[in-house]
């Protein structure tokens, strides 16, 4: 059997924002009931080459797969090169024979994006919302509002970061109102996606009804919101696991400042009804990125180019 190759070129055409937010839905609610396999992910760190990389593997009824992936955010000023980039490689679970390999750079932004709009639909209180705050302008900001606009119509949208000419550029190119930090935790929805150690988004700037994505903290040691934040919001996370150790929740988990009993369970959960909201009406999701999202996608994407005939055919194993 050959294998499907697919370039980032060919990934671009074949995915639809609407299929892709399905397709991590689905996956959410699979890891909710249960029916994943999916270990921790992997970490190389390189602090020689100021990066790192991550291995993802996983499995969800019948399909499974691997994405690895990179984190060298001095990629862009000192090499011209993205700070993420990441190959998938789909396998048959039967037989292991890889299916396809094919390009994860625009994968993971994508899946990381639907991802937010997933949690905003099923957190946000204010129904529905009318104000979208972005905390950070980078590459994944711009997956993150193309999926809340998928979902959301008319949303007002606020967006503001440390740097104003990278604010003034995105907004330039996306249709929104640069503002502060400040303005734009006051919208109904804040998406944080930074690469920050230290606490960005304050408590004092939210509302009470406010739903906040936490995109950015993916790796141990990050932090992007200030702890009274997660003391006062019904928190929910993508995987207890990989939260705990590098979500969101882990500086403060770790300096005894939160307990696990401070998270109310796993947006999974939530979905297939094994978790609840309370009376709070402050939320938050604590995102991490999980290989489960990457390979309900990669599945849709690989189903698809099949379908319409695209991608090239290589012969890596002979039976």
């Given at each position: 059997?050959?294998?499907?190759?697919?370039?980032?070129s060919?990934?671009?055409?074949?995915?639809?924002?609407?299929?892709?937010?399905?397709?991590?839905?689905?996956?959410?609610?699979?890891?909710?009931?249960?029916?994943?396999?999916?270990?921790?992910?992997?970490?190389?760190?390189?602090?020689?080459?100021?990066?790192?990389?991550?291995?993802?593997?996983?499995?969800?009824s019948?399909?499974?797969g691997?994405?690895?992936?990179?984190?060298?955010?001095?990629?862009?000023r000192?090499?011209?090169?993205?700070?993420?980039?990441?190959?998938?490689?789909?396998?048959?679970?039967?037989?292991?024979?890889?299916?396809?390999?094919?390009?994860?750079?625009?994968?993971?932004?994508?899946?990381?994006?639907?991802?937010?709009?997933?949690?905003?639909?099923?957190?946000?209180?204010?129904?529905?919302?009318?104000?979208?705050?972005?905390?950070?302008?980078?590459?994944?900001?711009?997956?993150?509002?193309?999926?809340?606009?998928?979902?959301?119509?008319?949303?007002?949208?606020?967006?503001?970061?440390?740097?104003?000419?990278?604010?003034?550029?995105?907004?330039?190119?996306?249709?929104?109102?640069?503002?502060?930090?400040?303005?734009?935790?006051?919208?109904?929805?804040?998406?944080?996606?930074?690469?920050?150690?230290?606490?960005?988004?304050r408590?004092?700037?939210?509302?009470?009804?406010a739903?906040?994505?936490?995109?950015?903290?993916?790796?141990p040691?990050k932090?992007?919101?200030?702890?009274?934040?997660?003391?006062?919001?019904?928190?929910?996370?993508?995987?207890?696991?990989?939260?705990?150790?590098?979500?969101?929740?882990?500086?403060?988990?770790?300096?005894?400042?939160?307990?696990?009993?401070?998270?109310?369970?796993?947006?999974?959960?939530?979905?297939?009804?094994?978790?609840?909201?309370?009376?709070?009406?402050?939320?938050?999701f604590?995102?991490?990125?999980?290989?489960?999202?990457?390979?309900?996608?990669?599945?849709?994407?690989?189903?698809?180019?099949?379908h319409?005939?695209?991608g090239?055919?290589?012969?890596?194993?002979?039976?």
């Amino acid at each position: 059997m050959k294998t499907l190759i697919l370039t980032q070129s060919d990934v671009n055409q074949l995915l639809d924002l609407g299929e892709a937010i399905s397709a991590v839905e689905g996956a959410f609610l699979a890891h909710g009931r249960g029916e994943t396999r999916m270990p921790s992910k992997v970490y190389l760190q390189l602090p020689d080459n100021m990066g790192d990389f991550r291995a993802m593997p996983a499995y969800i009824s019948g399909s499974a797969g691997v994405k690895w992936v990179n984190s060298h955010p001095e990629n862009p000023r000192r090499h011209g090169l993205p700070t993420v980039m990441g190959l998938y490689i789909l396998s048959d679970p039967l037989t292991a024979l890889p299916l396809a390999i094919l390009d994860a750079t625009l994968l993971t932004a994508v899946r990381t994006g639907a991802a937010a709009a997933v949690a905003s639909r099923h957190l946000a209180s204010k129904r529905p919302p009318k104000r979208l705050g972005l905390v950070g302008c980078g590459v994944q900001a711009r997956f993150i509002l193309d999926a809340h606009r998928q979902l959301f119509s008319d949303l007002e949208v606020v967006a503001a970061d440390i740097s104003r000419q990278a604010a003034e550029r995105f907004s330039d190119e996306n249709d929104t109102t640069v503002g502060s930090i400040e303005e734009a935790a006051a919208c109904d929805i804040v998406c944080t996606a930074t690469p920050s150690r230290r606490p960005v988004l304050r408590r004092q700037w939210l509302s009470e009804e406010a739903h906040v994505n936490a995109m950015g903290a993916d790796a141990p040691g990050k932090q992007e919101l200030e702890l009274q934040v997660l003391l006062d919001a019904d928190v929910f996370v993508d995987d207890r696991e990989q939260a705990f150790e590098s979500g969101e929740v882990n500086v403060p988990l770790h300096q005894g400042e939160l307990s696990p009993s401070g998270v109310r369970g796993t947006l999974g959960e939530l979905l297939a009804g094994h978790a609840s909201r309370s009376s709070r009406s402050l939320t938050v999701f604590d995102s991490t990125g999980l290989a489960i999202q990457d390979l309900a996608l990669a599945r849709n994407i690989y189903e698809k180019a099949r379908h319409q005939g695209m991608g090239r055919e290589v012969e890596f194993i002979q039976g």
